[in-house]
């Protein structure tokens, strides 16, 4: 709290906006973090951080930005960052059989093709992932992603046929059950 | 175009240009292999689209973080709506409770019940000193609620609640529980939250959203009475009283008879089981279960039967009835009942129902007696409901009607809906044979199939026809239609439609687009399509023999179908190739094939105002123009056109006007 408290900037216009910015996106950021990281507590602690970063650069945004994207950029910044910080390279499977053990027995019908799905997009590199993700789970446009990313849109696409190749390669929901 | 260049292509499919659409499907038109990728991607992207997202929605306005909010003034926000994604997930369950009633109905006919058969002066009295007071609940005369074949059906809703005011919550728990008084069985059938179902005044949504609407929609008795009406009506079954029962009067419950044990069949794990705080709505914790015999108590319990993360509903509506047959066992083994006034004052706030408090009191005491093991236990899960996702992208489940009917009619005997029986036309069969088989005017089923009523009496073998129940016309709501209006078309009163039981309407009913009702001893004017077959060109010569004016059979066989409204002929129904002759003498004027389903067919003038038809013929041995004699072979039975067996149709005009045959053959 003493850390938003002492961000100090922004008017009621921002806090407004902020408002505005937060019940729109909230959910998808959330949504979002979740698929890319796999953890929920995890999740919504990055989108807290996320709302956070916005509510400090604002200020700074011009009045046309495209909000959605913006919010977007920051949510995979604040990923990318934390992962980073972890040192983690590769990404950390949302289910590891050691330490669930038992996950496998009670994940039952369509939860077990999630868990098969949200595996999968854990073992693809976050280049791969996250285009994926915004693009098949968010629905966002590579016109968007690529203004997130801030790389061309014919790299987004690329990078869209890498990732679906790998998924389908990599998908394995029998691995779920056994 | 290179398949590589394709499955790039694919890879982004719903963006595609109509150049880049045309380069594409060219190229997969000749491969299969891009198919299967093509496929597979397609495969790829409805699982990642419905990848579970554990945020939960709620149907309050998000809250900014409190971190965020803390120490300045944020002017409350505007509601928004919430996204169509969220809302079909995370808004997680609800729950049972009422063991009391359930266990409680069980066996009250086998069960001898001393407490209150006996003396029943006592336990009353006592109650009544203590209870009045506390209780909104009228204290009434013990008397169980249950309809006039015995059965007692109450409702158990689950709202997903916790304290705080007002009761317009989605029923997320929906368990009709029903005890057969004379057989001393018990059902309990667990309905999905998200089964698409009509709801009177909202059209279809899902049966959890009844009890949103009833309040919003000021229906009478509020949303649990629409509730009761949806599940009337969508499932054929009366159901007596309702209990609602919200997070905190399903833990109290459960507390009240010392925790439960439920035979847990399968461990449970849900790292995302919502643990809302005052500094984060959206905290998630950890719950685990062990398989085996676990004792819970009413967090405990509410846990086992709320994590939905990381299971189906299906499995929560089994994990549920589970834990209401342990409630049941431990209603039957404790002595808690003593305590039940109590309990159920307790619960004033948290459980609602429509059962006065000596119902529920009588209910406890059978209670006593129950053995959970008869207890029959049903989900409505796959097969008997499909998954869909609607329009709006919202995940449902559309019930198969045709396999849930006879399960509840297993259940809870004959079922009182209004779904017309359908019926497959069989060799041989006409409107007015089937309309006899179901002791029907054929009308009645002509009015009920579009298709008939056009082209009526012309059935063909295979068809489907929906049988209405009574005689009348069985109407489908459509927009603009009011009671009034309609009772006027068709020539009957208001009062006529609202007292037939299964249209389940009121005097004030709102109607709803689509919905089905019957209409008793209505008609319809109707305008058969059967016109006068002669006209000028086709006439008899001036000197053409004429008939005698007495009629003969003109073939043998039974009566497949007698005169009425859709049908102004009679068909006589014999082998194919059985004789055919004229009923008269007279002037052949037609002798062909008819398109719109007469088939073979001849029309015999017979110069004295009477004209004949003879149709379906296998083959004619006269043309258009010759004389035929009365009593003269004139061709063979067939089933030429649209009929569904060997017959000839055979048809009577006097003067332009259509007779029944039978009022002229001898």
């Not at chain 1, 050691?98 to 077990?112: G, K, V």
């Not at chain 2, 949806?230 to 997070?247: K, L, N, P, R």
Request: charged fraction near 20%.
């Amino acid at each position: 709290m003493d850390r938003i408290l002492a961000l100090g900037a922004g008017g009621t216009d921002a806090e407004a906006v902020l408002v505005r910015l937060y019940q729109e996106y909230h959910g998808d950021i959330c949504a979002y973090l979740c698929r890319l990281v796999g953890e929920p507590p995890l999740a919504e602690d990055l989108a807290h951080d996320t709302f956070v970063k916005a509510y400090r650069a604002l200020d700074r945004l011009p009045e046309d930005a495209n909000y959605r994207a913006w919010l977007y950029r920051i949510a995979t910044n604040t990923a990318l960052d934390h992962l980073r910080r972890r040192r983690l390279i590769s990404w950390v499977p949302l289910f590891d059989n050691d330490r669930h053990p038992a996950t496998h027995t009670c994940f039952r019908e369509e939860s077990l093709e999630a868990i098969a799905v949200q595996r999968t997009l854990a073992r693809l590199a976050p280049r791969y992932r996250i285009p994926l993700v915004l693009f098949a789970c968010q629905g966002l446009s590579t016109h968007e992603i690529a203004a997130i990313l801030k790389i061309s849109q014919g790299a987004v696409k690329t990078r869209l046929f890498r990732a679906r190749e790998r998924f389908r390669r990599l998908y394995a929901p029998e691995e779920v059950d056994g | 175009m290179s398949c590589k260049q394709v499955r790039q292509l694919l890879s982004y499919r719903r963006e595609w240009t109509p150049q880049e659409a045309a380069r594409a499907e060219e190229h997969l038109a000749g491969c299969p292999a891009c198919q299967a990728v093509a496929r597979a991607y397609e495969l790829m992207d409805r699982r990642l689209d419905r990848l579970p997202v554990p945020v939960p929605a709620t149907s309050a306005p998000p809250v900014l973080p409190v971190t965020m909010a803390a120490g300045r003034r944020i002017s409350a926000p505007e509601p928004v709506a919430p996204a169509p994604r969220q809302a079909s997930r995370g808004v997680l369950l609800l729950v049972v409770a009422a063991l009391v009633i359930v266990v409680a109905i069980a066996l009250s006919a086998t069960a001898p019940r001393p407490a209150l058969r006996d003396e029943p002066a006592a336990p009353r009295t006592g109650l009544g000193a203590t209870l009045p007071q506390a209780a909104a609940t009228p204290l009434e005369p013990g008397l169980l609620p249950s309809g006039a074949d015995g059965r007692v059906t109450v409702l158990l809703l689950g709202i997903d609640r916790r304290a705080d005011g007002g009761w317009g919550y989605r029923t997320d728990t929906i368990v009709i529980v029903s005890a057969d008084r004379d057989a001393g069985s018990v059902a309990l059938v667990s309905i999905p939250r998200d089964l698409q179902v009509a709801i009177p005044g909202r059209g279809e949504d899902r049966i959890n959203t009844a009890n949103v609407y009833g309040y919003l929609d000021g229906y009478a008795g509020g949303g649990p009475a629409l509730v009761k009406e949806v599940i009337e009506a969508s499932f054929g079954v009366a159901v007596d009283a309702y209990v609602v029962v919200d997070f905190d009067g399903f833990v109290q419950v459960v507390d009240a008879v010392g925790g439960i044990d439920v035979d847990v069949p399968r461990t449970l794990d849900d790292p995302f089981y919502p643990d809302p705080r005052a500094e984060d709505p959206h905290a998630y914790t950890t719950i685990h279960f062990d398989a085996g015999v676990q004792h819970m108590d009413g967090e405990r319990a509410l846990q086992y039967a709320r994590s939905r993360m990381t299971t189906s509903d299906a499995d929560r509506m089994e994990r549920q009835q589970l834990i209401l047959l342990a409630l049941g066992e431990k209603a039957r083994r404790g002595s808690w009942s003593a305590n039940l006034p109590e309990l159920v004052t307790g619960l004033a706030d948290a459980v609602q129902t429509d059962l006065t408090l000596s119902q529920i009191v009588e209910l406890a005491a059978l209670a006593e007696q129950i053995d959970p093991g008869s207890v029959e236990c049903h989900v409505l899960r796959e097969p008997l409901v499909s998954a869909q996702r609607r329009g709006d992208g919202a995940a449902v489940f559309l019930p198969n009607w045709e396999s849930i009917d006879p399960l509840f009619e297993e259940l809870f005997g004959p079922l009182a809906v209004l779904r017309p029986a359908a019926h497959t036309v069989a060799v041989g069969e006409s409107v007015w044979s089937i309309a006899q088989d179901y002791g029907l005017q054929p009308e009645t089923i002509a009015w009920a199939n579009a298709e008939i009523e056009q082209s009526p009496g012309l059935l063909a073998v295979g068809q489907v026809l929906a049988i209405p129940p009574v005689d009348g016309v069985l109407y489908t709501v459509q927009e603009g239609d009011s009671l009034e209006a309609l009772a006027e078309r068709y020539h009957t009163t208001v009062a006529e439609i609202v007292s037939f039981a299964l249209n389940r309407l009121r005097e004030t009913s709102d109607l709803v687009p689509g919905q089905q009702l019957m209409l008793p001893g209505a008609r319809k004017d109707s305008d058969d399509g059967h016109r006068y077959p002669l006209d000028a060109a086709l006439k008899a010569p001036a000197d053409a023999p004429t008939g005698t004016g007495r009629f003969s059979w003109p073939a043998e066989g039974h009566l497949g179908q007698g005169f009425w409204s859709g049908h102004r002929a009679i068909d006589i129904a014999n082998v194919s190739g059985t004789s055919i002759v004229a009923a008269d003498t007279g002037y052949v004027v037609l002798a062909g094939r008819d398109t719109w389903g007469y088939g073979n067919q001849l029309l015999v003038d017979h110069g004295n105002g009477f004209v004949t038809r003879y149709a379906h013929m296998n083959t004619m041995y006269v043309r258009a123009g010759d004389v035929v004699e009365k009593g003269q072979q004139i061709g063979a039975m067939g089933a030429t056109g649209k009929a569904t067996g060997p017959h000839l149709h055979f048809e009577i005009w006097e003067d332009g006007v259509a007779q029944d045959p039978l009022d002229y053959l001898p």
